[in-house]
């Protein structure tokens, strides 16, 4: 992956190429085995995958450009893994990139045109009112939910590659300005440029190209979101459930056999939302968990142990495969000062579109396995 | 499909739900056993086929958003078939919808930030210098190459969900207003609002679902443009080529065995490029075949009896997917007044971004066989 971070004198096909050349000389790989690509963005324009392969020499091969909104990254190693069980291609890679600075401004919103989303129903709104509702069920204090971030960006500060580098208090939390009551500044994830890519092969195709350093894609499951499956809970997300359950079944696990992973931190009670709702830790009881350290690198289950969104940054097609690549770094050993000893089962979970609602998000969980 | 043309109070959502539920109807099948689904689409922003499955009652499924500017549809296909050939999925959608006259103005370019572009190089600038150099190389006339939007508004004629239903003469396409000379109003396909789904099946669902009406997809392939494939003609498309040649080889089959194809006429010009880069014509030689009618339905090989983009009309993503369409209707037998006797062998051909250069293309084939 690329730094994370502003990057004003670049572009997303800038940023995608340099990931996709770092992901071919980290599988020690001739380019040129590369047989089709997928490429993960939302606001880049039209073909940028295409011009991503034009800029390091592999214009020709199939691509797809994929879009999930936030999951759109994940999206893309999912439609990979795909083609490469379809018997089509034995290597494809999967790029994910945005250079959000130059495309966006202001407070996401799902759909432009949505008229609740017009009057304030922005992203960090009911996200705000996701928290408030939180803490009104479980009995969260603020201080606990600060901790969020804290963590976070404590672990952001030992990746070199994070948007953030400084370690905040709860106090900085608390202080820093108000987004949408209760949420602050450092509880929204900021606006990011950045890109990601991974390589993915075939059971074959690894054997003669992976050295042993290939990590197992167990899982990697996809899902909308419903009528069925969101009914009107603000403090669950049935959407996350579902599709870790997919998620769980193919990879022949439970919750209780991962090792560490990377959730969706847009905000930071989304981290709440989505570990609870992945089954890794019982309604009500992450934010005491946190407390407690439970989370933290060396914890029971280190979660975003890159600095997830919050510290590492959100491009947001960068992101679903940024978490991978955290993933495999993590499996492999390779993380340095970040670590997490004798990692065997790592999990990503992206979301993405409409934060409560029954159109318009998309949900990935992937299971990799050492 | 639905009707092609100016829906000015609908939307794309809307537009993709009544064509997804149209192919359900016309599969015979209860919805509920689509396990999956591909969106393609261009301007329609995020997560616009979550909010299709929405509508349709259908929210839950997996679904990916694919973009490859005016493949887009078409790649929804080959992903969808990839799905199903993984083994992850047996009955997949895959929806193609495009509410053009609400997303987009003026010429299309493939790229905003293009400098060549921004002084004039937008799609009819580079396809007006390609008819120009067409012209010049192979002798073709200004009349000559007036006879395709003549055959293909006749063909509309015929097609009850096409935007246009008037012929017209070359005169009319002669005296219609400049756009880039050489190229004129009738030359250029419209900007339309449309969407088109299909249903694709393994081999055991169809036996399950399919009543016997299922028509084989035997390749649907992709590549993206290229410096190796594309250097520097005008008049020949080694994109195009080499895609089908993918295509031939998977199904089977030659240029040869094809029995009639839906092009993408973008320009009058560009049916002429298509098919000759297919293979179907020798190179040079297809405007005096349609001056012969080789090309009418009835003819040798009928190009376009869909009416093709000029006649049926271009909603960027629903395009590919109507190609398909036809295709099916077509070797079912149903097509009515523009019915193709004993058609066995179909081809469909999308290409979208860049027209000439060597980044930023994506181009598609299908062929579908009964």
């Known amino acids: 992956m690329t730094r994370f971070g502003k990057h004003p004198d670049r572009d997303a096909t800038d940023l995608g190429a340099e990931a996709l050349l770092g992901a071919v000389a980290d599988a020690g790989i001739d380019a040129r085995v590369i047989e089709a690509a997928y490429c993960g963005h939302v606001f880049q324009g039209m073909v940028m995958g295409q011009r991503i392969l034009a800029q390091v020499g592999l214009a020709g091969l199939p691509l797809s450009n994929v879009e999930n909104a936030c999951s759109s990254g994940a999206t893309a190693i999912r439609e990979a893994s795909l083609a490469v069980r379809a018997g089509e291609h034995d290597v494809v890679v999967a790029v994910g990139a945005e250079h959000l600075t130059s495309q966006f401004r202001g407070a996401l919103t799902p759909d432009p045109s949505d008229p609740e989303a017009a009057v304030g129903a922005t992203m960090p709104g009911v996200y705000a009112m ?69 390589i993915v092969m075939s059971d074959s195709a690894a054997k003669k190209y992976a050295n042993g350093r290939a990590v197992r894609l167990a899982a990697s499951t996809l899902r909308s979101g419903s009528v069925d499956v969101e009914p009107t809970s603000m403090t669950f997300e049935p959407l ?14 439970g919750p209780e056999d991962v090792d560490f992973c990377e959730v969706h931190d847009c905000f ?17 009881e992450y934010p005491g968990a946190v407390e407690r350290g439970e989370a933290n690198i060396g914890g029971r289950l280190p979660v975003n142990p890159s600095g997830g969104l919050l510290g590492k940054g959100h491009p947001l097609g960068g992101t679903g495969v940024a978490q991978v690549v955290e993933l495999v770094r ?9 670590q997490i000893e004798g990692a065997r089962v790592g999990l990503a979970h992206c979301r993405g579109g409409k934060a409560v609602g029954i159109e318009g998000a998309a949900c990935t969980v992937q299971v990799l396995i050492r």
């Not at 459930?241 to 022949?252: F, S």
């Open 240 to 253: 996350t459930r579902d599709t870790a359950q997919d998620a769980y079944e193919k990879a022949g696990i």
């Open 130 to 198: 996701r928290a408030r509702r939180y803490m009104e069920e479980f009995g969260m204090t603020r201080e606990q939910l600060a901790l969020i971030p804290v963590k976070n960006k404590m672990n952001a500060t030992l990746n070199p590659l994070a948007h953030f580098h400084s370690s905040i208090t709860v106090e900085d939390v608390l202080e820093s300005r108000a987004i949408a009551d209760p949420l602050r500044l450092h509880d929204c994830s900021p606006v990011t440029d950045g890109a990601a890519a991974v």
């Open 330 to 338: 993590q499996l492999r050993g390779e993380s340095g000062d970040r």
């Open 268 to 284: 930071s009670i989304a981290e709440v939302l989505r570990v609870e709702g992945l089954g890794l830790f019982p309604q009500g």
